[in-house]
């Protein structure tokens, strides 16, 4: 356990004592958030992403040390515990590699190999191993068995006995830990992974056409492409093997790595022949099974945490979006038959008026909606629309768009908002708690109207995966999927800060130091006793002790307080330091929040003590000058364009702008304003080679795009962020395109072999080299979670 910290260190990079302090500080119950703003000093500043992998890293190898004392005691238990054995466990540094160790003594059904070594076969395979100049027959001889009265067991003939003997010695070649660890990293590098549809599935499961005759390197798949061949796989619809060197399954190289770990070799003597049947059924009847499982789980587990990956980065991205403020906001539901449902918010969240107004079929009551509208518009003062992005937002943006230019006076700006989670939100105990004489579906205009003015308040009261952000999140282990989306919408509400005296429960409850039941505590004592006047009051609180006031006080910002530091990002334990900064220059608070020159001058050696070294200092100067700042961009929208309201509406050539919604690995999703969401492939994001579309985009982004092809048949948008770029063309060019074409044989699903030799520069571009490629198509339903 003493060589945690170390091992950890050497794998981020730092220093031991850095960990070292880190795991004490979680140990003791701090949150992420409050030893990266707040124990700087102790960590020597280790930020919030190397302390999630220093917490994760360190789950997991007190989990590995536990693992490792049950295998040792198991094996001690059976008297099989030899000195080797248990430096060999003690050394190992995974949980593959102990439970290699561990597979030849795991309790295990009776095997064919058990049964021969019970009937006293084992000397055979052991002399014939040692001995390949001996008859196999001549030996085995020696080995027979009579039956019991019953006329069971025993060992009739010699090739009986050799059949026991192969048993054998095939589970113990099949179970040595140093063979199976180096075929297994063989085999991840050099097996290819083949998909073929299943027999009568081609129509029922067209949607993984693609996917219907393909075949790749197994180390080389893209997370998104092998949970789509697993997703398949699961439907029934595709089967997937491993192919080795040869078709019919055989490897000279894998049969030549189980010869040469055993000293086996053809010399022409008595039992080579023999010895060589036993390593070539050992790799077919046992080993490429096993490593097949076994590296199907891995490709699986790997594909997984790159998915989890990029959904959690995406996360971040949209809920650290810029908030529009706290000005009054009209929600606007789409709907066709039920009509829009119509919310109206103050600058607060609260709700003022809602509406339902019918303007499109069947109804078709256009003038009645817009005078609704605009009766609420006037009457509370709205400044922001928010149209939710769903059936018929284009149209209910046009009928905005129409109030707007009849009653310019009302000085209205829409906005249209994704809509991605708000029916889960709607029809939430929290939402019937919060507002439980509304009808669900005015519930989700009011999200609408309410996640325009601050996304990240209004997404944290939704279940993190249900805001639609990621690549096959019903497909990864969804343990840890929410540890991770957890952990990410913990890192913004905190990055943020929250106000005390206005947050909502579910908001409160993802700040450092709070649970659920604390923070609806919070709320309960704010409602009886009303707003806090600072801090300290929040010891008051029912069960909110002196811990969990250490964790969450420096998130919690209270405006217009009794101190204006209650304000500010500045922890109250850390108000000495500031109460010194004010004696000595003479100054008042208020004087000295926001004088940027003063403050600038300052030395912060000059304030530090034993409990506040030069980092938490500096930190206090930046919070002085500019007190409760949010990290959030500056608010703007995208405008779409006037008439492009469907796919019918867009021609190539055409320069739109539009927001992006999802960053996967293979390019990114932009609504431009048409229902259909186009992709960007990675390929197209940028003139220069791009590795990770992130670097380029992020969710939430605002972002001008070429459309270069429209499928109506299919529903497909290819777009292109080089807006240089001629329709049909999305390829790099230059020194960077052969790299580039490099990367989207990984990323799409077009065929092989001889398109890749198809792929070298003067030829007719591939289907699978421009955006609307397979993985284009395949993906477009991915993102709405199918």
């Not at 989670?421 to 019937?432: D, L, R």
């Not at 919060?434 to 939704?462: F, N, T, Y």
């Not at 999140?473 to 343990?479: E, N, T």
């Not at 204006?564 to 334990?573: C, K, N, R, Y």
Request: charged share 30%.
């Amino acid at each position: 356990m003493t060589d945690i910290p170390k091992q950890i260190a050497g794998e981020l990079g730092v220093q031991p004592r850095q960990v070292q302090a880190s795991v004490e500080l979680l140990d003791g119950g701090a949150t992420v958030p409050f030893i990266a703003r707040y124990r700087k000093e102790a960590t020597g500043g280790l930020d919030d992403a190397q302390l999630r992998r220093v917490e994760e890293r360190l789950t997991y190898l007190r989990e590995l040390e536990d693992r490792r004392d049950t295998v040792l005691k198991t094996i001690r238990d059976q008297g099989k515990l030899t000195p080797q054995l248990e430096a060999d466990i003690r050394a190992a540094d995974s949980k593959t590699r102990l439970e290699d160790l561990y597979r030849p003594y795991q309790p295990k059904r009776r095997t064919k190999a058990q049964i021969a070594r019970e009937l006293g076969l084992e000397p055979l395979a052991d002399t014939l191993l040692d001995d390949p100049t001996q008859a196999p027959e001549r030996v085995a001889a020696d080995y027979l068995v009579p039956a019991d009265d019953e006329g069971k067991g025993g060992v009739s003939d010699a090739q009986a006995a050799l059949d026991g003997a192969r048993q054998i010695l095939m589970e113990r070649f099949a179970e040595d830990a140093e063979l199976v660890g180096k075929l297994r990293e063989w085999a991840w590098e050099n097996a290819r992974l083949r998909s073929r549809v299943a027999e009568g599935k081609e129509k029922s499961g067209a949607k993984f056409r693609d996917y219907f005759e393909h075949e790749e390197p197994l180390a080389r798949i893209p997370s998104h492409r092998a949970l789509a061949l697993f997703r398949g796989q699961s439907e029934d619809v595709l089967q997937l093997t491993l192919v080795w060197e040869q078709e019919d399954g055989e490897s000279p190289t894998a049969e030549g790595t189980i010869a040469r770990r055993f000293g086996i070799r053809h010399d022409g003597r008595a039992a080579d022949d023999w010895l060589a049947r036993t390593v070539r059924m050992t790799w077919r009847v046992k080993l490429s099974l096993q490593l097949e499982l076994a590296l199907k789980r891995r490709l699986r587990e790997a594909a997984e945490e790159e998915a989890i990956r990029v959904f959690g980065r995406n996360l971040n991205d949209l809920l650290l979006a810029a908030p529009a403020g706290a000005v009054t906001t009209m929600g606007l539901d789409p709907g066709i038959r039920t009509g829009v449902k119509v919310a109206v918010v103050d600058g607060t969240g609260k709700v003022l008026d809602t509406a339902t107004v019918h303007p499109f079929a069947p109804r078709n009551d256009r003038n009645g909606a817009l005078a609704t509208l605009a009766r609420l518009a006037k009457a509370h003062g709205v400044r922001l629309v928010a149209i939710g992005n769903g059936t018929h937002s284009r149209e209910t943006d046009q009928l905005v768009a129409e109030l707007m230019q009849a009653m310019p006076d009302l000085n209205l700006t829409r906005v249209t908002v994704s809509e991605a989670g708000a029916s889960v939100y709607s029809a939430s105990e929290y939402a019937s708690r919060e507002m439980p004489d509304m009808d669900v579906a005015l519930r989700g205009a009011v999200s609408i109207a309410r996640r325009l003015q601050d996304p990240l308040a209004e997404l944290v009261k939704i279940e993190p995966k249900a805001i639609g952000v990621g690549q096959y999140q019903h497909d990864v282990s969804q343990v840890k999927l929410a540890r991770t989306l957890d952990n990410v919408v913990e890192d913004c509400v905190n990055a943020v800060g929250v106000d005390v005296n206005t947050a909502s429960a579910p908001l409160l409850a993802r700040v450092a130091g709070l649970t659920p039941a604390l923070a609806e505590n919070v709320v309960r004592h704010r409602d009886e006793h009303g707003p806090f006047p600072d801090r300290k009051t929040l010891l008051k609180v029912q069960r909110l002790g002196p811990k969990a006031y250490e964790q969450c006080a420096g998130f919690l910002r209270i405006r217009d307080g009794s101190n204006p530091l209650d304000a500010s990002a500045v922890h109250p334990e850390a108000y000495p330091v500031v109460e010194r900064i004010i004696s000595d220059s003479n100054k008042s608070i208020d004087q000295l929040i926001g004088d940027s020159q003063f403050l600038r001058r300052l030395d912060p050696a000059r304030y530090t003590d034993e409990q506040f070294g030069e980092p938490t200092v500096r930190d206090i100067l930046s919070e002085l000058d500019k007190p409760g700042r949010d990290p959030r961009p500056e608010f703007r929208t995208a405008r779409f364009r006037e008439g492009v309201n469907t796919l019918q509406d867009l021609t190539p050539g055409m320069v739109l702008e539009g927001t992006v919604t999802n960053v996967t690995n293979f390019g990114a999703f932009i609504d431009i304003g048409v229902h259909q969401d186009g992709l960007v492939h990675i390929s197209a994001l940028a003139e220069r080679f791009v590795r990770d579309p992130h670097e380029v985009v992020k969710a939430g982004e605002i972002v001008k795009v070429k459309v270069m092809e429209v499928d109506l048949e299919r529903k497909r948008i290819g777009l292109s962020m080089r807006l240089d770029d001629e329709p049909g063309e999305a390829r790099p060019r230059g020194r960077q395109r052969g790299r580039q074409r490099g990367r989207q044989r990984d990323d799409n699903a077009g065929a092989r072999g001889k398109a890749r030799k198809g792929a070298r520069g003067g030829q007719k571009p591939r289907k699978e080299d421009k955006p609307m490629g397979a993985m284009a198509e395949a993906l477009a339903a991915l993102k709405k979670g199918q």
